[in-house]
């Protein structure tokens, strides 16, 4: 998993995005998530603590959602 502070996108938003793969039918996808969170290490909590949702939500193709109560988007490649 590797961590890349997001560029500012508005006064009152800021996030971190997260790299990761996941496996499905043989085949990896490339996987970014964007967690709105205060720190790096928060943001590093939500996913670890949320992961099976996380899961979930690339698995069935969701781009947008909440994971425990962080908003959070997804995008596959």
């Not at 709105?36 to 603590?49: D, G, L, P, V």
């Amino acid at each position: 998993m590797q961590q890349v502070p997001l560029g500012a996108q508005g006064a009152e938003s800021s996030g971190y995005v997260l790299y990761f793969q996941l496996a499905s039918n043989g085949a990896r996808r490339a996987c970014s998530l964007t967690i709105q969170a205060e720190s790096a290490n928060e943001a590093a909590r939500i996913f670890r603590e949320n992961w099976s949702a996380i899961e979930s939500m690339a698995r069935d193709g969701v781009s947008t959602g909440m994971v425990g109560s962080a908003p959070v988007s997804l995008a596959m490649s």
